[in-house]
């Protein structure tokens, strides 16, 4: 009954946030949780298996890009090897582990399960390759076709509205203009976005060959044919070396059964199918399953564990009266714990975030327990004074900092990282992108067609420059120009100076060019590869006196009702009853009672009333107060044309 009503009052809430449900419960996470998880598993002598269940075509497991896909696989690997390690596990992020002899620990298992493996890019099977065992549905498809780049290109569209699209430029690879003065791909832009396809593939093959063993087999030629055959058959893909076993269902819950013996122990494990005699249960060793979020729960738990209140009280009365007889202290301070502040830089850069992370650096500084921060950078750019905000605070930080690179740290966001003392990133991270743009739009020609005409008043010659509805002239033409001359400018003697590269030759790496991380590390713009975890491991060594470091992610992340009086200002609206549904989350909230009707009643009503309507009057105040982005330093279409759609929208509004 009481679960009952738990549903329906879930239900009820996320049918009026939400169209997505089916039912299905949604985990969503940062990938240095999960790795965390893994590597708690790992270490954990009563773990003795760990199964993924990637489910089928329209599997819901995603992951941001292929950076993440390669530190999942990692801590895999750290599982899969914890065994051969006596003592602390090696968690880097590396494709080499260093491993000690002579260990008697039992070795610990990995499969992996998929209905199907054929999602968009398959990040799903290149994170499946890393268990050691395989199995695909009988009636699955696996499709290796290859990674795809694709770019959108609207002059066609922009010439037959007459609207005219001004751009300008430094570096023939700083692509994002392309989509409005080309119809397709130009010679640079089609050379950049090869190399970069091409590093990226190599990446995915390379780690699938050696997650599987199948150097020798799959060679250039072999993977040529694999992409260009198209969805492989289970049959196919046994064949090929690429999955072990394809059951016609998940074999989980059978080999769990199979293991499991009740409190009577004349009573026999449960038969296995004739399907699973193929299956070596033998070295399937685990008799219950927990679920990736009961486990993590489980791991907080158990680190967060403190004495009862009633052993402090009697402590705290032994330690009074014995200093009271003594007149001494009988007890030392405890020592203070050394913390590594963790500050994320995701999304496009601008003026708010640029705000509110120096807020969190000078924090962090005037922290006397935090020995180094870590900027986690997850950028593809955005406003140049934004980044060069953030980049400023760093440079003043009075302590060490650290970038760590996620899927994308490109242009504005590698404008922050070179000024970090050093920068790691994974072999997949896009970035680079060493360049800047500024784009002037003229829609007379466009207001002409409909009769609109735009006058102005001005009290100087490039008052009205900013204006769509103001073509362009040769004095605003040369102004544009000396501005994106000096960020330009200023971009290549940062990084010159942050990266030891005579400024010489900083144009070879620059123009606007987009390059892995690990084609950045051979040019000398990373310093190391590895994730988000490995970043840790080196400042806990490097700046801390212990390895014990507590790791201060900043900013905090919001309770329950700091989110519901937040209004929903500065994060998605969605997050207002995400936050509910924590309230009925607790079984504290379930057994005491309440009536759930009228909280929902009351509940809805208040959301509605303070939260969704402060989400519409935040943004229709600041559609008005919107200013011109002016020069950018973007490198990902999507975030700049999102700032170049709302500077019409504004227009269109007046």
């Given amino acids: 009954k009481r679960t009952q009503s738990k549903a329906s009052l879930i239900k009820s809430i996320i049918d009026l946030s939400s169209k997505e449900s089916d039912g299905e419960k949604i985990i969503q996470m ?27 075509s329209e599997s819901k497991f995603t992951l941001g890009g292929l950076a993440h896909a ?22 880097s992020n590396t494709a080499d582990q260093n491993t000690t002899k002579g260990n008697s620990r039992m070795p610990k298992k990995t499969y992996a399960y998929g209905e199907s493996f054929t999602t968009p890019e398959n990040y799903s099977f290149f994170v499946a390759a890393e268990f050691q065992t395989i199995q695909m549905q009988t009636r699955g498809l696996l499709n290796l076709s290859g990674l795809c780049i694709g ?31 080309d119809k397709g791909f130009n010679n640079p832009h089609l050379k950049s976005t090869k190399s970069l396809l091409a590093s990226l593939e190599g990446t995915v ?66 038969k296995l199918p004739e399907w699973l005699e193929n299956f070596d249960t033998r070295n399937f060793k685990a008799n219950h399953a927990i679920d990736l979020v009961k486990y993590s729960k489980q791991v907080q738990n158990r680190k967060k564990k403190k004495l009862s209140m009633l052993d402090i009280q009697f402590i705290q009365a032994f330690v009074e009266t014995v200093e009271k007889v003594t007149g001494t202290s009988i007890l030392e301070k405890p020592a203070v714990k050394e913390k590594i502040a963790l500050l994320n830089v995701d999304g496009s850069i601008n003026e708010s975030m640029a705000n509110s992370l120096i807020a969190q650096i000078k924090k962090a500084n005037n922290n006397p327990d935090v020995k180094c ?24 930080s009075s302590k060490p900092i650290i970038a760590s690179m996620g899927n994308v740290c490109a242009s504005g966001g590698y404008y922050v990282a070179s000024g970090c003392d050093k920068i790691f990133a994974m072999p997949s991270t896009i970035t680079g992108s060493i360049g800047v743009f500024n784009i002037k739009l003229d829609l007379t020609d466009l207001a002409k067609q409909y009769g609109i005409k735009v006058e102005y008043v001005s009290s100087g010659s490039l008052s009205s420059m900013n204006s769509p509805f103001e073509p362009l002239t040769k004095k605003m033409e040369k102004v544009i120009w000396r501005d994106i001359d000096d960020v330009y400018v200023r971009f290549k003697n940062i990084v010159s100076t942050g990266r030891g590269i005579p400024i010489d030759e900083v144009e070879d790496v620059a123009q606007g060019r987009v390059w892995t991380g690990e084609q950045a590390k051979t040019l000398g713009l990373v310093d190391e590869m590895g994730g988000i975890n490995h970043v840790i491991s080196y400042a806990k060594r490097t700046y801390a006196s212990s390895d014990d470091s507590e790791i201060l992610v900043l900013p905090k992340r919001l309770s329950f009702f700091e989110r519901i009086l937040d209004g929903g200002k500065g994060e998605n609206k969605l997050s207002i009853w995400n936050a509910t549904l924590d309230i009925f989350e607790s079984e504290s909230v379930l057994d005491s009672g309440y009536n759930h009707n009228r909280f929902q009643k009351q509940m809805m009503t208040g959301l509605l009333q303070n939260g969704s309507s402060r989400v519409v009057q935040n943004f229709i105040k600041s559609s008005k107060e919107f200013r011109s982005p002016g020069i950018m330093l973007a490198m990902d279409e999507d975030d700049a044309l999102n700032f170049y759609l709302q500077e019409l929208l504004y227009v269109g509004s007046q």
């Fill in 373 to 396: 921060i870590i900027l986690r950078v997850n950028s593809p750019g955005g406003s140049a004074e934004a980044s060069e905000n953030i980049l400023m605070e760093c440079k003043d």
């Fill in 151 to 181: 770019n959108s290109f609207f002059r066609g569209f922009l010439d037959k509205y007459g609207i005219k699209a001004h751009v300008f430029k430094h570096g023939q690879y700083k692509n994002f203009p392309n989509s409005f003065t």
């Fill in 30 to 56: 940062e990938v240095r949780e999960l790795v965390d998880i893994i590597h708690e598993a790992a270490k954990d002598p009563k773990v003795v298996a760990l199964y993924g269940n990637f489910g089928g």
């Fill in 205 to 270: 093959c390379s780690g699938i060959n050696s997650s599987r063993g199948i150097h020798e087999m799959f060679d250039d030629r072999t993977w040529r044919a694999v992409r260009d055959y198209g969805s492989l058959t289970t049959t196919n893909a046994k064949e090929l070396g690429l999955i072990d076993f394809h059951p016609p269902q998940n074999p989980l819950d059978y080999l769990i059964a199979s293991k499991d013996k009740s409190d009577n122990s004349e009573q026999e494990p449960k």
């Fill in 70 to 91: 390669e530190e999942i696989r990692n801590a895999i690997r750290v599982f899969n090897q914890s065994h051969q390690s006596p003592s602390e596990l090696n968690t």
